[in-house]
């Protein structure tokens, strides 16, 4: 593996550990993704080598790598911890994108390192391989994501509820910046400047040749463009009815990618209070509080500004007031825009009230959240009984009306509307069921169940006879004893 740069690294002193990942006592490479490997120049029979196996464990370096272990603070549910850190991975370096920028090369689950307090510093099959399958899924659904380059199984047994097989993941991100990046920089001096200018060039360069100081700065300009980029994602999530399940400060990314995929899960019955993660005792980022939660961890990331930003607190203070003031506008903007589109409507034919009418019948009934709107479509098909096995027609019978009347104001043919609904709207998403089945398979060495269900969500808008049953919601009663684990 050649071309790895370590800007990062080089201009970035104080923030990394460096450190190599642990030996592996008998690598496997368990799946490789060629298609993003040739789109970063990478070639894939070199990856499946035994050298290029051990890089993506961790236990050799490539030419030009300068691995580190990222430090980062970070609150975790609400609480702020000052040395968080990769734990279990390495950052080997970047790579060119093949677009002009460049995107990290990282390794999750490739030992301990300075930061592991206390843990292990391994990770298991199941939920390296439910990293890649998601994060596919959300990149083929158009959500902004860190990408998995590879899952390689490491022969060495890992305790966790029992002993079971290790493995690491390697996987592609814009940048692994993120809010703890920041509020660990802060107590450190001069390098909070140095890292907000860094993250400039590399996240939004169009802000560079704004002031450092004065009205219009350039962090201010910055931390906006920040709250516009994470608006956005946490839409397209409440859109696609995911749930991240940890959303620390340091799981927010500043480039506005979803990052970390341990207790996540997508919705079936539709439930706003929806938690699916172990570890998330008190609700507190259930599905229908992630928009405001996510405002909340922006606020910790313009507290990380304040001094950038103005070097009168009190001005400073008022000035990122006024922008995260802006959030909700935003997030209602991408949300309603998505939601419109859903709906086969226009934004200027959508009637708040229809969608939040809408969600209360789904939620009054548990409707599947991904199959109601592929019902409504088959509706305006004239078929009505994927809708009636969801909610009875006598309870969104008039809202049916409200819905046909839009869009008979905005003059689109029922076929024409339904077929662009489609367009948006996947059949076939991670379904939390048929991914515990094909993790456990994966896990005890059967890989075929996980290879066919990543060939069906990385299509997920294209209808195919044979992937019938993985357009179905789970059985009756899984989702009130399913949980998902973090895997650490």
């Known amino acids: 593996m050649s071309g790895l740069e370590s800007t990062f690294v080089d201009e970035m002193g104080g923030l990394s550990v460096p450190w190599q990942g642990a030996e ?24 499946r080598s035994d050298d290029g196996v051990a890089v993506l464990t961790g236990s050799a370096v490539p030419v030009g790598s300068k691995p580190v272990a990222m430090a980062y603070a970070g609150h975790q549910f609400g609480g702020y911890a000052p040395l968080l850190g990769d734990g279990r991975a390495l950052l080997l370096g970047e790579l060119g994108d093949g677009a002009g920028g460049r995107v990290d090369l990282h390794l999750k689950g490739s030992g301990p390192t300075p930061f592991s307090r206390g843990g292990d510093g391994f990770a298991v099959v199941g939920p390296m391989l439910r990293e890649y399958l998601v994060s596919e899924a959300m990149h083929a659904l158009g959500i902004p994501t860190t990408r998995a380059l590879a899952v390689v199984a490491t022969g060495r047994p890992v305790h966790r509820n029992g002993f079971e097989p290790g493995a690491v993941l390697a996987r592609v991100a814009s940048s692994h910046l993120r809010v703890g990046t920041f509020e660990f920089a802060v107590r450190r001096g001069e390098i909070l400047k140095s890292l907000a200018d860094y993250t400039i060039a590399r996240h939004y360069p169009g802000l560079t040749d704004l002031p450092a100081t004065g009205k219009d700065n350039r962090y201010l300009a910055f931390f906006e463009a920040v709250l516009e980029a994470q608006a956005s994602l946490v839409a397209r999530w409440m859109l696609t009815g995911f749930v991240h399940g940890v959303m620390n400060t340091d799981n927010t990314t500043i480039s506005g990618e979803t990052i970390d995929y341990g207790p996540c899960a997508f919705l079936d019955a539709f439930d706003p209070a929806a938690v699916f993660s172990s570890i998330d005792h008190s609700g507190r980022y259930a599905f229908g509080n992630q928009p405001a939660v996510l405002k909340w961890n922006l606020a910790r990331f313009a507290e990380t500004l304040l001094r950038l930003v103005d070097s009168t607190p009190d001005d400073a203070i008022t000035a990122v007031t006024a922008v995260l003031g802006s959030f909700e506008e935003r997030y209602e903007n991408h949300y309603t825009a998505g939601m419109a589109a859903k709906l086969g409507l226009s934004g200027a034919s959508l009637e708040r009230s229809l969608i939040d009418d ?11 959240w991904t199959g109601s709107f592929r019902a409504l479509a088959d509706e305006l098909r004239g078929n009505a009984a994927p809708l009636d096995e969801l909610v009875p027609r006598e ?46 398979a994966g896990t005890a060495g059967d890989l075929a169940p996980f290879e066919e269900l990543l060939e069906v969500v990385t299509h997920p808008f294209d209808r195919r006879d044979e992937w019938a049953e993985y357009a179905l919601p789970a059985p009756r009663g899984f989702s009130d004893t399913f949980r998902t684990f973090c895997g650490t």
């Open 395 to 440: 309870h969104i019978g008039p809202w049916l009306m409200r819905w046909r009347n839009a869009l008979q104001q905005q003059g689109s043919g029922s076929a024409e509307t339904a077929d662009a609904m489609d367009r948006v709207n996947p059949l076939y998403i991670p379904r939390n069921h048929q991914v515990d089945a094909a993790l456990r």
């Open 358 to 368: 809408l969600l209360a019948l789904m939620a009054e009934h548990g409707a599947d």
């Open 24 to 47: 592996v006592p008998d690598p496997k490479l368990l799946v490789l993704n060629e298609e993003l490997a040739g789109s970063l120049g990478l070639d894939a029979a070199s990856l």
